[in-house]
């Protein structure tokens, strides 16, 4: 039922730079609607790690950053670690303004 | 600090109903929009449903629609989703969220989640 695409997984050695897509149309994200990231640490609840595209909430650290154009969005991580081992969901809206979510991306470090 | 603490989830047989409650503390609870968002065993986040910050505007998804009701109480700082007509494939962890008031629109919190299976 997910209606933004994210590759099923990404993987990086540490202190590489990894980066995930979320794609939409023009229903969602092409819309003009913000877009969001979540991140998922093996049995917890999902945390907001990026909000409005590209903002950090207080306390994510800065090698997570997010961009949007046109349809579509990324989130990247620099300087990856391995406490970034997590599944990442991309979310935005559509036209009825109901949360849609991206399919999820596992991201693992070599 | 913002807390959401959801209950009620457990073991239903398929047609049954159930009663999630969401108790929340540490905002002003009367000004945020809410949702529930789920996700089944092994799979992504799925949007359930969201209310408005004073109840009077509410959204569902396809799959619930007609048979998942959101409701809030305000003056006890708690938020429901009554599910009756229930399938094996509403199996999930059921998660209450909170919805920024920045304009954003993200889900700035999510609680623990509540298990809800449904099988015979």
């Known amino acids: 039922q997910s209606v933004l695409t994210q590759p099923p997984s990404v993987s990086g050695a540490p202190g590489q730079r990894v980066t995930i897509s979320c794609t939409g149309s023009g229903s969602n994200i092409g819309a003009g609607y913000d877009v969001h990231w979540y991140q998922q640490l093996p049995g917890t609840a999902p945390k907001l790690l990026i909000y409005?595209?590209?903002n950090r909430p207080s306390g994510v650290p800065d090698r997570f950053s997010g961009s949007k154009s046109g349809t579509s969005a990324s989130l990247a991580i620099t300087g990856l670690q391995a406490e970034d081992e997590a599944d990442y969901y991309c979310?935005?809206?559509?036209?009825?303004?109901?949360?849609?979510f991206g399919t999820g991306t596992t991201v693992t470090v070599l | 600090e913002v807390q959401l603490v959801e209950s009620g989830g457990g073991l239903v047989q398929p047609g049954g109903s159930l009663r999630l409650s969401c108790s929340a503390s540490?905002?002003?609870?009367?000004?945020?929009?809410l949702h529930w968002v789920r996700q089944a065993p092994g799979k992504g986040l799925e949007y359930v449903s969201a209310i408005s910050s004073n109840g009077g505007s509410t959204s569902y998804a396809d799959s619930v629609k007609g048979r998942f009701t959101i409701s809030r109480d305000n003056s006890k700082n708690t938020l429901y989703l009554q599910m009756s007509s229930l399938r094996v494939e509403d199996t999930a962890v059921y998660y209450c969220v909170k919805e920024d008031r920045d304009g954003y629109n993200s889900f700035d919190y999510w609680g623990q989640g509540t298990l809800v299976t449904v099988s015979s």
């Open positions: 540490g905002f002003t609870f009367r000004g945020n929009a």
């Open positions: 979310q935005s809206y559509d036209s009825s303004l109901r949360a849609v």
């Open positions: 409005g595209n590209s």
